[in-house]
């Protein structure tokens, strides 16, 4: 009796090892959709900013089709000292105005996502592409990618995972600028300091400060040279009138934004982007005159009444 008892209790416990051991992913694939790219379902699962066929402009065709798996987890951080949380691939590359289909696989017993930012505003919301899981699951999205070299920063955006590891850059077609710290590809603005020196405020700031100067000299540099000439008044003495003074200001200010805005879009996109200030400007500016209205109108809002 004894031993059939210990052999039943041997088989059972063999059973929940194995059910511990095996992760089940969850296959997310009946979300609701809730319009504009947005899906979800009740257990985690999430996509945002999905686009299977309306091309960005500037793509006169969809270029590419291009499926990938990414992996997310714990595990994928091992190669990386220092880090806690990973994708199992940290760089991909994509001719412009390619359609892409993601299947993202988290393999953790939390929350991550796959995130994409920088994208056109006018075609996805926020500029996002947003995968997310909830637990052991799979999740997949599609959307098609803009024209242009650039560099795209995909994350998860759960407290501390990127900083911890979780990021990657997306380059399409030749891309932009390399994203710093991105395990294994790149380096960190702020390396690691293991000298065991005790934190030194005055040390970081120096050290930010620098950090900081040598990014504005970078951006600064091509918008040098690629300023618009417009916003440069001839070299006539004449013509420098306060006005002119104030404009030659304001364009040096935000041409190296401009510039850095802009970079790697195509004249559609520039366009857009333009059209998109623009009304949040009429937005902002109606919105402020209604508020004036009210104000100089004097009419107080009607009061509720005593219980
Ligand atoms: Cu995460």
Known sequence: MVKSVSIVALFCCALSTAGVS???????????????GHLMDMDGGMVMGQNTDTLPGGCDKIAATKEITVHAGHK???????????????EYQFEPC???????VNEDDIRHQWMMHGLPKYL????????????????SGTLILPPGD???LVHCDIAQHMEKGMKGQLKVGKGGEDLPSIPGVTASIFPDD???????PEEFAKQEAEARAAAALLAATPAAKQADPGSTPPADDSLISGVGVVGLAIGLLIAPFLTKRFQGMSTGEVIAT?????????????DFIAKLIKMLGGKKAIPLPDK
Do not use: C, R
């Open 22 to 36: 095996a992760k089940e992913i969850q296959d997310h694939n009946k979300m609701m959709d809730h319009g504009d």
């Open 76 to 90: 994928y951080s091992e190669k990386f000292p220092g880090t806690m949380f990973a994708f199992d691939q940290q």
């Open 98 to 104: 390619t359609k892409l289909t993601v299947n993202f």
């Open 124 to 139: 996805y919301p926020k500029g996002m592409f947003h995968l997310e899981v909830s637990g052991p699951g799979k999740v």
């Open 150 to 152: 650039k560099t795209y």
């Open 194 to 200: 293991y000298s065991g020196k005790p934190f030194s």
């Open 274 to 286: 333009v059209f998109e200030w623009i009304s949040h400007g009429i937005g902002l500016t109606m």
